[in-house]
């Protein structure tokens, strides 16, 4: 369905709420849950956070995806540093290095099983992220078979030196680029300094040599963060075209 398409004599209600499922390892992580009403098959979504946290923005992303005929799954990826306001426990995720690659697949190959068993699931998912969450995207889409599709919002870090990688980053995704066997959708800003336009090349190069299935779209004017528009790096028109895109793309690969 895409923007504004609905039949305003149809449902269009959604349920969501914050519930726990079993992540990686076998531990209990929260994860915010957002669905259409109704009984009809649904796609899924797991939705990976950015690196500001498990947000507000994040239960109004989910929300408008659950709204646009999707079963959204976003696990808080932060769960095991501890609770409190977003901006607390990010600040003790960062101070800690970041999550852990392995813990933030682990976690998602978990919330894509959980898709898999609702009841009303049509067979088919996507993951998306954005900022850190879009890199996650990327890594989580190429070493997780099951996915049908992934997006990259301005995932900084995709492409990464040898000499940037650290404990919980050991591995640029881009590496992991001849197993990622799903479409693959990015969004970017040409103002972006992570990732750089000559990154996004980089990327695109690699993905072009492993005769992978993608689509870049690159915004003038846009730079990191342009859908956030709670904060002033938000671009109403780069913003609103390219969330017609994210829609038609998931649309073509989940819903059809």
């Known amino acids: 369905m895409a923007w504004n398409s609905f039949n305003t004599a149809g449902p269009v209600g959604i349920t969501a709420e914050i519930t726990t ?24 979504i797991v939705l990976i956070h950015h690196l500001p946290g498990w947000d507000e923005f994040y239960q109004e992303f989910a929300e408008r995806l659950a ?13 095991r540093y501890g609770h409190g306001t977003s901006d607390d426990v990010t600040a003790k995720v960062r101070a800690e290095g970041g999550a852990k690659d392995d813990d933030v697949v682990a976690d998602c190959q978990a919330a894509l099983e959980w898709l898999k068993a609702q009841p009303n699931h049509n067979g088919k998912v996507g993951v998306l992220g954005t900022c850190s969450g879009g890199r996650h995207a990327v890594l989580v889409a190429s070493r997780v078979p099951g996915f049908d599709a992934v997006i990259d919002l301005w995932g900084g870090g995709v492409v990464a030196a040898a000499d940037a990688a650290t404990p919980a980053r050991p591995v640029a995704p881009i590496e992991y680029t ?14 972006d300094r992570s990732p750089t336009p000559e990154e996004v090349n980089i990327h695109e190069e690699e993905l072009k040599k492993h005769g992978k299935e993608y689509e870049f779209h690159r915004y003038d004017g846009a730079g990191h963060g342009f859908f956030y528009y709670h904060t002033p790096l938000y671009r109403q028109e780069q913003a609103m075209d390219a969330w017609g895109k994210l829609f038609d793309f998931f649309e073509a690969k989940l819903q059809s």
């Open 21 to 44: 499922y079993t992540g990686g390892k076998g531990d209990q992580i929260h994860a915010y849950v957002a669905r259409p009403t109704g009984n009809d098959p649904l796609p899924g």
């Open 178 to 191: 001849s197993e990622l066997n799903v479409p693959l959708l990015g969004l970017f800003g040409n103002d």
């Open 67 to 79: 709204r646009h005929g999707y079963e959204v799954i976003c696990p808080d990826l932060y769960c």
